[in-house]
């Protein structure tokens, strides 16, 4: 059974930093294509941000392009964002997300179905 354990969330003032991570457990985590997707109160779950198995290849929501960065160890089985200028707009439970595949791409469905694993979310609370 695959795991995925989100940690880093917390309270920070607008303009601050966190540093999100997540760790798989169960299977080869170099086989799996990893994304972060996040919900905010009374709003659908958006993708975030997504990397291939390999790390050569990324994707981000517009709206954080610039100021989040995705990044993977597959010796620590680990896939972490990095967020810095942060927005009250980002508020929300940011979830980690493995899709495993055989691609190099590192392409998630916007709206996360079919994804074959999720963590159980982190809440990242941004201060005005």
């Known amino acids: 059974q695959v795991q995925l354990v989100e940690s880093g969330g917390g309270l920070v003032q607008a303009g601050g930093s966190l540093r999100l991570s997540c760790i798989v457990s169960?299977?080869?985590?170099?086989?799996?294509?990893m994304g972060w997707f996040r919900q905010a109160p009374g709003k659908e779950r958006e993708f975030v941000a997504s990397?291939?198995?390999?790390?050569?290849?990324?994707n981000y929501l517009d709206s954080v392009k610039g100021r989040f960065t995705i990044s993977r160890d597959n010796a620590k089985n680990t896939v972490y964002l990095e967020m810095n200028s942060l927005k009250p707009e980002d508020t929300a439970v940011y979830y980690c997300?493995?899709?495993?595949?055989?691609?190099?791409?590192?392409?998630?469905?916007?709206?996360?179905?079919?994804?074959?694993?999720w963590g159980k979310g982190t809440l990242v609370t941004v201060s005005s």
């Open positions: 997300a493995a899709d495993l595949t055989t691609t190099w791409s590192s392409t998630f469905p916007r709206d996360g179905r079919g994804v074959d694993y």
């Open positions: 169960g299977r080869a985590f170099s086989g799996y294509k």
């Open positions: 990397i291939s198995r390999s790390g050569g290849s990324t």
